[in-house]
């Protein structure tokens, strides 16, 4: 298959909320953004799905020079083949790819985080790069867009945490502020063991909060000459913020279980933001 069509495949398996926002771009958009999603996807696996740690850091090793061959023009993986074409078109930065696999690199020397600064700096680095990356594949007239991009980045990591809670948990990770447990009276070990309790509900009620307080500070950030361009971005908003909806509606029964929208509904959510602007 040739690399665009790996990219799609990669995307399309991953049933992910972010591909049903890339449809509605025109063509030479949607390859580039779904070689940055698939790139996005394959270093996040290599921490996923590699049990032995070294194997994992020396993957990360092999993507870093992957990129540095790429911004030479001399990719060797379907995804870098696909991306490399698309680097000067969106003048996307080079160091940004590097800065997400940092960030992938992040998950294998901490597991916890003291607090939301500590959490912040993660997240721009797995998200907040992501956003700002999009937004120039999207197209960005006022530079304030990658403030918006950035912000948004870090709503969708945060809505993607509380998601994630107990499949974290399950692999030994809590992304939860160690000092906000403190904060609520919830021990490590509730999270763990995924206990849910009254003391949990009002933890994740914070984190509900505090995520759509950031979502609504992205939108006031999007200048108005680029909300057309970045529909995409709007799309992805509102795909995240139902299913954070759905979330809190359903008591953050997220310890054992993962909560999800239908395909359905995703589209209907994209089509509907689409059509609105």
Known sequence: MSPDEYCQEKAAQSGSSFYY??????????????????????????????????????????????????????????????????????????????????????????????????????????????????????????PQTKQFAEKLGLAFQLTNIIRDVGEDARKGRIYLPVNELQQFNVPASDILNARHSEQFVALMQFQYERTQKLYDEAFALLPDEDRRAQRTGLIMAAIYRALLVEIQQDQFQVLKQRISLTPIRKLWLAWKTYVRG
């Not at 698939?38 to 020396?58: H, I, K, M, P, Q």
């Not at 790429?70 to 696909?82: D, E, G």
């Not at 996307?92 to 939301?116: K, P, V």
Request: glycine share 4%; proline share 3%; hydrophobic share 45%.
């Open 21 to 142: 926002s890339f449809l509605f771009l025109p063509q030479e958009k949607r390859r580039a953004i779904t070689a940055l999603y698939a790139f996005c996807r394959e270093v996040d696996d290599v921490v996923d799905d590699c049990t032995d740690e070294s194997v994992a850091r020396n993957k990360l090793i092999w993507w870093r020079q992957e990129i540095q061959a790429m911004l030479k023009n001399n990719p060797s993986h379907p995804v870098t083949k696909a991306l490399q074409p698309h680097l000067q078109t969106y003048q996307l930065d080079g160091a940004h790819f590097l800065a997400i696999i940092d960030g992938m690199e992040m998950d294998l020397n901490q597991n916890r985080y003291l607090d939301f600064i500590g959490l912040q700096r993660y997240c721009w680095h797995v998200a907040g790069v992501v956003g700002v990356l999009s937004a120039s594949i999207f197209g960005i007239k006022n």
